[in-house]
């Protein structure tokens, strides 16, 4: 089987809720634990570190195996989705795996006796416990799909679990209230583990989360953003991290709690899920992984500046729902202070669509609208999208093409920023256009 033949079976033959929305959605780990069983039950043959979160998952689990890559632990790292290559999904010290790892792996998959068939995201991660435990990492960062409780992910016993924010996203699916949403994603919390929660959870997100943990005797911590300033200062350089979003902050006080963990427990536990973390210390090392991030990981579009002359700008983000989208938009306009301003937004259907377009700039002077559709069925049509900003008053044009929408920014906008996002997927397409494939 070819690369290009493993990927047409993942995605052609399998539910995959990225491409699918709910439809593909497939909670449960019955077939998870099959899978991993039918592997060897790689998941059990290196420490991890699981990172659940509404925001910011993606960006603190790459913060912390940076950290940990940089501190000479062999690191294995597991996100989703990916922008260009699939391979993106699953690294080991920032080199991404083999093509032929992947379609080894999918061949083997086919001769597999399962109880169910599997799903797009149960094969990938799947695929990820079994390529980490090949490459024999230290230690694997393992970034949950969607939720918690239920997520391909969570039958790992982690040395730490991770969750970096809880707002109302995906309602469909895990809750349409905090409350409930605080609950899938507190499903990650394992007995004893200990379990660090990011800075600025709603109060009523962070009581049902330290409930669980109570029941559950996991010692948790809640991340303060004060630790940064502890941990930087005791570098004698000024710290810097390569991630340039506002929002990042947060996200590096997570990260900074969850290592500070670690530390703790390679030197006080001797058990095998600690010995890994016991050459830790509060050094140098981790804050130079903090401070190169996306060059030890490979992340890209995270409030990603692109220079596309020396007078415009391309602002690509991530930011796709409210809680992410309203940070989002106060970093915009603190850029674009006095200068013209083009927006080409795209958004899933399943979204909070109307509550991410009130938080447009649309009465601010010299400012275009562009409303577009990423190549996926989940998206919103650029047309129904435009016809929901003008019934709040928003006008704008419908280009129901990525790169036409990007062109025709262009155009209208010759100086000055162009912001690209809403979706992960508008991001994407972006990128595929104007950067290299990564090899």
Request: hydrophobic share 45%.
């Amino acid at each position: 089987m070819t690369y290009g033949q493993a990927i047409e079976f993942l995605y052609g033959q399998r539910p995959a809720y990225e491409r699918q929305g709910d439809s593909g959605y497939k909670p449960g780990l019955q077939t998870s634990l099959a899978l991993d069983e039918a592997c060897g039950n790689p998941s059990r043959r290196y420490p991890t570190i699981h990172i659940a979160g509404t925001n910011g998952k993606g960006s603190t689990a790459s913060m912390i195996a940076a950290a940990l890559t940089a501190a000479g632990l062999r690191t294995g790292l597991y996100t989703s989705p990916h922008y260009i290559d699939f391979r993106e999904r699953i690294r080991v010290d920032g080199e991404m795996i083999t093509r032929r790892g992947v379609s080894a792996f999918v061949e083997r998959a086919g001769r597999m006796r399962l109880p169910a068939e599997p799903s797009f995201f149960e094969l990938t991660t799947a695929m990820a416990f079994d390529w980490f435990a090949r490459r024999q990492v230290d230690v694997a960062v393992i970034e949950v799909g969607l939720g918690g409780r239920l997520d391909s992910t969570n039958i790992i016993t982690p040395a730490v679990s991770v969750i970096t924010s809880i707002a109302l996203d995906h309602t469909s699916l895990l809750g349409d209230t905090i409350e409930q949403i605080a609950t899938e994603k507190g499903g990650i919390i394992k007995p004893g583990v200990p379990v660090v929660v990011g800075p600025g959870v709603p109060p009523a997100a962070l009581a049902v989360l330290e409930r669980i943990a109570a029941e559950r005797h996991a010692p948790l911590t809640v991340a303060d953003a004060s630790l940064l300033n502890e941990w930087c200062a005791k570098r004698p350089s000024r710290f810097v991290c390569d991630l340039p979003g506002d929002y990042q902050r947060l996200n590096l006080a997570t990260a900074l709690a969850a290592l500070n963990v670690l530390t703790r427990m390679g030197r006080i536990n001797s058990a095998p899920t600690c010995r890994a973390f016991q050459r830790l210390t509060v050094n140098g090392q981790l804050l130079y992984g903090l401070s190169h991030v996306a060059a030890l990981t490979g992340l890209r579009g995270r409030w990603q500046h692109i220079a596309l002359s020396p007078s415009l700008t391309l602002v690509l983000d991530a930011a796709h729902n409210p809680a992410a989208f309203t940070i989002a938009m106060r970093q915009l306009l603190d850029e674009a202070a006095g200068r013209p301003l083009c927006l080409v937004l795209g958004m899933m259907a399943d979204k909070d669509v109307d509550t991410m377009l009130r938080l447009l700039p649309a009465s601010r002077p010299d400012t275009t609208f562009i409303f577009t559709n990423a190549d996926t069925p989940r998206a919103m049509p650029a047309v129904e999208l435009r016809r929901h900003a003008a019934a709040l008053g928003i006008d704008g044009l419908a280009v129901p093409t990525v790169a036409d929408a990007l062109a025709d920014a262009r155009r209208r906008c010759p100086a000055g920023i162009i912001y690209a996002g809403g979706s992960m997927y508008v991001e994407a397409e972006a990128l595929r256009l104007l950067c290299p494939s990564p090899s």
